[in-house]
């Protein structure tokens, strides 16, 4: 029976992914975003269980891959769809076509990343490129911010291109993935998560929510940029 219990962990993350597409489809923003974080959720603790009950399989894996692009490539992809309003269906132009042809590039991002990451060898200790969680994560940030109209369209897209690229390159991104707990072989990931907590905490003190995902995110980035200056 244990050797199940990833592969339900990894299915509660690709239905979080599809009712997100759902909820961005009706213009249930907040629903979307909270779903895409419910199946981040999910996505760390079925590996993280299946490591713990040493019970990683190929169908896993497979099935992992499928779920992430539901959930971080498509359901992003439709929120950035849906925020940035494109008539072209309806109206032609040429602006409007190079905004859907940017937006129709984040979901071939992800799946290039998934399959570079099924593919490569040299990814246990640091995951090269931003991983799609990640990616799913800051479309959600920068999302908030186009909700509420602080970003125009254009400056959206841009952003939301820009972040997907980051899928496809060669950067070194923080793996949350602990061989052991030695503070020594992980410095890096104890400072990282005890910053995340403290600015959470502190976050959640002056009521600034809005900023708890946007703040952790740019620590990532930036410790991850520390990785790639020490390698």
Known sequence: MKKHIPNILTSINLIAGWLAI?????????????????????????????????????????????ADFISFGIAPSMIVFNLSEITIFNEFSFPKLCILLAICLLPVLTSIRLAKFNISKDQNVNFIGLPSPAFA????????????????????????????????????????KFKNFSFKDNTLRYIFILSSIICFVMLIFFAQYLLIVPIILLLYLLFSIVINFNS
Do not use: P
Not at 40 to 53: E, N, S, T, W
Not at 139 to 146: D, E, G, N, P
């Open 22 to 66: 759902c909820a961005a489809f009706n213009e249930l923003y907040w629903w979307s975003f909270s779903l895409i974080l419910f199946a981040a959720i999910f996505d760390f603790l079925d590996g993280f269980v299946a490591r713990k009950l040493n019970v990683q399989s190929v169908i896993g894996e497979q099935l992992d891959s499928f």
């Open 137 to 176: 994560l800051m479309i959600i940030s920068i999302s908030t911010l186009k909700e509420i109209n602080y970003i125009n369209t254009y400056t959206y897209i841009s952003i939301a291109v820009f972040i997907g690229l980051l899928m496809v390159s060669n950067i070194k991104f923080i793996a949350l």
